[in-house]
């Protein structure tokens, strides 16, 4: 599949500015695998206090952002309407790495791949890249719930 733009990313995600941190779907392929991306600009909020000399978007963050890519995934692959009253949740984060830091300007790209799903726990491994560099790693677990 193709990917899709911010409107159809709000059908999926009931987060909203300024925590929604996925612009684009660039490809998915239902419940296997997810590239998204997010244009990181020196108007983000987090920027004026982290660091004011030296802006770094926090590794926090990103770990959110992965996960917002994995739910993408999880809610395109469910096979079932997109719905804003369905919200993902953390069940757990492990090896959680960081590489680089992530500055205004940077295209941070998410490659989100599927290890295992049972009922509705899914479990991701995540890479966010800047220039094909690797700037974080983590494995994401999660579930749903309709609100």
Not at 7 to 24: A, G, K, M, S, W
Not at 27 to 49: D, I, M, Q, R
Not at 107 to 126: A, P, S, T, Y
Request: aromatic share 12%; with cysteine; hydrophobic share 45%.
């Amino acid at each position: 599949m193709s990917g899709f733009d911010i409107h159809e990313i709000r059908n999926h995600l009931p987060h909203r500015y300024p925590f929604l941190l996925v612009d684009r779907v660039v490809s998915a392929v239902p419940n296997e695998s997810l590239v998204a991306y997010k244009n990181v600009t020196y108007n983000e909020p987090f920027f004026e206090g982290h660091f004011p000399s030296r802006p770094v978007m926090p590794g926090v963050l990103i770990v959110e952002a992965l996960a917002q890519a994995a739910a993408l995934m999880a809610s395109y692959g469910s096979g079932e309407a997109p719905s804003e009253s369905r919200v993902y949740y953390f069940t757990g984060i492990d090896k959680a790495r960081f590489k680089r830091p992530v500055e205004p300007g940077d295209k941070l790209v998410f490659e989100v791949e599927l290890v295992r799903q049972i009922k509705n726990m899914w479990k991701c491994k995540g890479v966010a890249k800047v220039d094909d560099q690797i700037a974080a790693t983590a494995e994401l677990m999660f579930t749903f719930k309709d609100l």
